[in-house]
């Protein structure tokens, strides 16, 4: 899956994508990598949850039968949820998985 599809990079993650073919009714599939450089085991859990939720919340967005891989990079220890969910939403929008912000996100208010 790494070697295949399109990567985009941000500060505190890197995500691995390939589209899905072919219209239908393929789930999205998503899956995590936090190594030991994120931090001890109870820090890659917190980020590891954070990514899972943030990835769910965006699963009606992203294309049928899409396969994500998502690696923590250190800094991401230390972000809070919606830093990694502006990196994820910058690196789909980057891959063109996603038009836009997402559904019910604050709007900018400049």
Do not use: Q, Y
């Not at 992203?62 to 891989?69: E, I, K, M, R, T």
């Amino acid at each position: 899956m790494l070697r295949r599809g399109a990567r985009a990079g941000r500060h505190r993650l890197v995500v691995h994508a390939v589209a899905g073919t072919a219209p239908g009714t393929e789930p999205v599939r998503a899956g995590f990598i936090v190594s030991k450089a994120v931090g001890n085991s109870v820090v890659r859990h917190r980020v590891a949850r954070r990514l899972r939720h943030l990835v769910a919340e965006r699963r009606g967005t992203l294309p049928p039968g899409s396969a994500l891989v998502i690696r923590a990079l250190p800094p991401a220890a230390a972000a809070s949820s919606a830093e990694l969910g502006g990196d994820l939403d910058g690196a789909l929008r980057k891959l063109r998985l996603t038009e836009g912000p997402r559904p019910g996100a604050a709007k900018d208010p400049a």
